[in-house]
């Protein structure tokens, strides 16, 4: 059966510096995002993409974080300069349309010191 | 806005108890999905079930089954005859239907623990 999946599985990094976590989408699914669930909280919505664009963003999306699909499998949220509070588990997922179900991957453990 | 509870954080139950999560919504659209995913140990969220507004049929998936009523604005969440395996946390999940917006909003996770 088709999988999310998302590398690395975890990422320590420094305060200030830049992160790039990857995701391959289902292979025929049109529709990406990504959510973040910071520890013992709940999963947190950040962006929809669709199209080479991002469709919907949460006020937690602030310039400091950006999407890309740099190639036809590929799926990346980069956040710019971290900070602590980005310590996280980031989720991608995906759906074949904006009306299917999200399939989340297996997550990225970020930690930010 | 649209906004979900899961009221109870932690539930311990003995295994082949059975056990309920409440799961209450709320929400200004007239149509909108419900989802339940599974959150293991090792951290994934896994799809367990969508239910459609206009579908108020309850649903049963082996030991899982879904209570939906939408008078009340509440989808609970059972599993029958628990085993170890199920201790996880659930999580509750609305979203609109439509192109208005796709994105989930979650409630808090209610964690379960099925102890042998």
């Known amino acids: 059966e088709p999988e999310v999946t998302q590398t690395p599985s975890h990422q320590v990094t420094q305060m200030g510096q830049e992160v790039i976590l990857r995701c391959v989408p289902i292979?025929?699914?049109?529709?990406f995002y990504w959510y973040r669930q910071i520890l013992g909280q709940k999963v947190e919505f950040l962006v929809s993409f669709y199209n080479n664009e991002i469709s919907e963003k949460s006020e937690i999306f602030d310039d400091q974080f950006s999407v890309e699909r740099p190639d036809g499998s590929n799926f990346t949220l980069k956040i710019r300069s971290t900070k602590l509070e980005d310590s996280a588990m980031y989720f991608c997922?995906?759906?074949?349309?904006?009306?299917?179900?999200?399939?989340f991957g297996p997550g990225t453990r970020l930690l930010v010191l | 806005a649209q906004k979900v509870t899961q009221a109870q954080t932690e539930i311990s139950v003995v295994e082949k108890e059975d056990v309920t999560l409440d799961c209450v919504y709320e929400?200004?659209?007239?149509?909108?999905?419900l989802f339940w995913y599974k959150q293991p140990p090792s951290g994934e969220l896994v799809f367990l079930i969508r239910?459609?507004?206009?579908?108020?049929q309850n649903e049963i998936s082996g030991r899982y089954s879904w209570n939906f009523q939408k008078s009340t604005s509440s989808f609970n969440f059972t599993i029958t005859a628990s085993q170890v395996v199920d201790s996880a946390v659930y999580f509750c999940a609305l979203r609109r239907k439509g192109a208005a917006g796709n994105k989930l909003t979650f409630g808090g996770g209610t964690r379960v623990l099925v102890k042998p």
């Open positions: 997922a995906s759906s074949r349309d904006i009306q299917e179900t999200q399939y």
């Open positions: 239910r459609n507004s206009f579908d108020e």
């Open positions: 929400t200004r659209d007239t149509t909108y999905y």
């Open positions: 292979s025929n699914h049109l529709y």
